[in-house]
């Protein structure tokens, strides 16, 4: 499941460059298709991220946490696309997309593994 869960969130991050790349470029339908097939994405990498979440035999701190920052920058995508559709500055988001990401990846590799990373 880490493996679906890991491939789902690496075409989202790709899915909101293109979303915002067809909104700027002015190619609205194109746009609209990818945030779609985004949002689509989303509900992957909830049930995998759920099914990777329901595998762990005790729930500490770190993973309640990992949890949070996964729906932070799920929450990030969606607002990034929504600002470039409403033609809003997307800074703040930009930034948080960046950091939550990174938290992300950091917690889920790092500290958290859940069969990815050999033991």
Known sequence: MAHLHITSWVIALVLVGLAT????????????????????????????GGSLFASYESYGALIIIKVLVGLWAITAMEMVTIKYKKKKPAALWWGQLVVAAIAAIILGFGFLGAGVLPA
């Open 21 to 48: 790349t067809f909104t700027r470029g002015g190619r609205e339908k194109a746009a609209k298709i990818s945030h779609m097939i985004l949002r689509l994405f989303y509900l992957l990498i909830l049930y995998s």
